[in-house]
């Protein structure tokens, strides 16, 4: 419910002003602020509820690098209030129809961005160092991917920063038709936005096929054909509108009637990223319904989330025409909210996948591939843990070998509490963890195809 609702803001936020900009149609500047400040309201509710859903008890608890539960939810709660109290200020002036600051939007830009950057490098580097540990195919997409969406947020950036630089200091109201012609052109733009659109490309692509191969089970059930069919149509639907870059086969209508395919292209085509990015959440969505550990749902859910509101939410067309009142602004200030909510999902998820034997067993019982990823997380991260607990213990010892020799049988009391750290379960587990994934894999290439 959340994610229909998240993005269906981002859907409207982000395509009003390209309605508008393809038809002869032109409102009155009350009935934009008025739709603007409803977008506004739904996106504080928004944040609100997921703030809420995200909280945890274990707020003290590690995730990577330093971070804990508590420090990162407190940078994105800081985050949203500063966006927030952004938004208030702007709907303040565009109430009473007075002119508003354009340095707002670049304010909004720059939280916006660097906050999604900051969570998606720190998961990325995670991602990395799991791959080290354990290398995966499916881990290795996701990592592209993110890798990707993290340089087209960047370019994002300094896109978004040099044409807002030199739009007017002050908004007045004006038609929106207005503001598209006062658009200002540069060189530099016609550089930035192909590259803008490369990375994109290449990052939907890559999670596209880390989503598809994950759901490759219901493949069984429809067949290879329909199922790779049905699936391609989010990857259709995305890559279409960049036709007219290649071949352009609507060159004819564009001519003849360029407000009907305007108006056309817009109605058709405007949620192409919001629909990718409702695709690429099914991944974690099903496979919240395949597991009955009740905190690992919610991570998953949470995942889910993040993964929807992210790819959804990295289009600044909009914004960057500073329209009265500025539409886009709402899907901007979506995009730290989305990459924390991939970021601490995922994380947490190897973190619980880790420390629960019992989830481990269900994953090992269950062959659904959309739990492949959390099986590898998990055990990863496992790994990671036992061999970190090891070197400090390693550590330990070479310490005080240098400074007192002992005999092996005062180990214990050198290093009191050492066999707690130890802990041979552990080590026992990875095994376990090893030896029944490679029977699993066994199984399955000696088992015939049907």
Do not use: C
Not at 162 to 181: D, K
Not at 212 to 223: H, N, P
Not at 227 to 251: A, C, G, H, M, R
């Amino acid at each position: 419910m959340v994610i229909i609702f998240a993005i269906s803001v981002m859907i409207v936020d982000s395509t009003i002003v390209k309605y508008i900009a393809f038809s002869n149609k032109e409102f009155p500047t009350p009935v934009y602020v008025s739709i603007f400040v409803t977008l506004a309201v739904m996106f504080i509710g928004t944040v609100i509820v997921l703030l809420g859903f995200v909280k945890s008890k274990n707020s003290e608890s590690g995730l990577r690098r330093g971070l804990s539960v508590k420090t990162t939810y407190l940078i994105i709660a800081v985050t949203q209030f500063l966006l927030i109290s952004i938004m208030v200020i702007i709907i303040q002036p565009t109430i009473g129809l007075k002119n508003y600051n354009t340095l707002s939007l670049l304010a909004v830009v720059f939280i916006s961005h660097i906050t999604g950057l900051f969570f998606l490098i720190i998961l990325v580097l995670t991602l990395v160092d799991w791959i080290m540990t354990k290398r995966d195919k499916i881990l290795l997409l996701y990592t592209i991917s993110f890798s990707l969406t993290a340089i087209a947020i960047m370019t994002s950036l300094i896109y978004a920063t040099y044409v807002l630089s030199h739009q007017a200091s002050n908004t007045r109201p004006t038609s929106i038709h207005l503001s598209l012609i006062d658009f200002p052109r540069g060189e530099l733009t016609t550089y930035f936005g192909p590259a803008l659109d490369i990375t994109s490309i290449l990052s939907f692509v890559s999670v596209w096929i880390a989503s598809a191969v994950l759901l490759s089970t219901y493949s069984r059930r429809i067949g290879k054909i329909r199922y790779w069919l049905i699936t391609s149509i989010p990857l259709i639907y995305f890559l279409f509108p960049f036709e007219k870059n290649v071949v352009d086969i609507f060159q004819s209508l564009v001519v003849s009637s360029p407000v009907l395919y305007g108006v056309l292209n817009v109605t058709i085509f405007s949620a192409t990223k919001q629909i990718g990015a409702l695709f690429f959440s099914l991944v974690f969505l099903v496979a919240s319904t395949l597991v009955t550990k009740q905190e690992m749902q919610k991570y998953l859910l949470i995942s889910a989330i993040g993964m929807a509101v992210l790819y959804g939410s990295i289009e600044i067309d909009t914004l960057l025409f500073a329209t009265y009142p500025p539409f886009g602004v709402v899907t901007a200030s979506f995009i730290p909210m989305g990459a924390y909510l991939v970021f601490t999902g995922i994380l947490r998820s190897a973190t619980l996948v880790a420390r629960d034997s019992e989830l481990r067993k269900e994953f090992y019982n269950t062959a659904m591939p959309q739990l492949n990823l959390l099986k590898t997380i998990g055990v990863t991260q496992m790994e990671k843990e036992l061999i970190t607990k090891y070197k400090v213990i390693d550590k330990r010892i070479r310490s005080i070998e240098e400074h007192s020799p002992f005999e092996k049988d005062d180990m214990k009391e050198a290093l009191p509490g050492l066999d707690d750290d130890l802990d041979k379960e552990k080590a026992r587990e990875i095994l376990h963890d090893v030896l029944t994934e490679l029977y699993s894999k066994s199984r399955t290439d000696r088992k015939p195809d049907v």
